[in-house]
């Protein structure tokens, strides 16, 4: 069984910065590609940022590039998004994710339906 954990959501305002951060639990994570999604009120989830297991590949939702950064520590098996310089879009419920089968150079997958395990969510406002 596999569990995830987020933790840091809170409320900031425009410009502001916070982390966000997933721990992992379960046999063979440090072999699975992690990635966190959002969804906004009304919207659909949509990935914001990807990291294949060897940490040697990422991707980023367009909107993110340059703000948020994606790392993941395999001694302790979490995963971590810097969020900077935040934006009032960017207020959603954060999910972290895991996919397994995952080899070492492959790049993470983007899409919602090839992760496997899903943390509970935490909330993210960024007021204007």
């Known amino acids: 069984q596999v569990q995830l954990v987020e933790t840091g959501g809170k409320l900031v305002q425009t410009g502001g910065s916070l982390r966000l951060s997933c721990t992992v639990s379960?046999?063979?994570?440090?072999?699975?590609?992690l990635a966190w999604f959002r969804q906004a009120p009304g919207k659909e989830r949509e990935i914001v940022a990807a990291i294949s297991w060897s940490g040697i590949n990422t991707h980023y939702t367009d909107s993110v590039k340059g703000r948020f950064t994606i790392s993941r520590d395999k001694t302790k098996n979490t995963v971590s998004l810097q969020m900077n310089n935040s934006k009032p879009d960017d207020t959603a419920e954060y999910y972290c994710?895991?996919?397994?089968?995952?080899?070492?150079?492959?790049?993470?997958?983007?899409?919602?339906?090839?992760?496997?395990?899903w943390g509970q969510g935490t909330q993210v406002s960024v007021s204007s």
């Open positions: 994710a895991a996919a397994r089968g995952g080899t070492y150079y492959k790049a993470p997958p983007s899409l919602a339906t090839e992760y496997h395990y």
């Open positions: 379960g046999r063979a994570v440090g072999t699975y590609a």
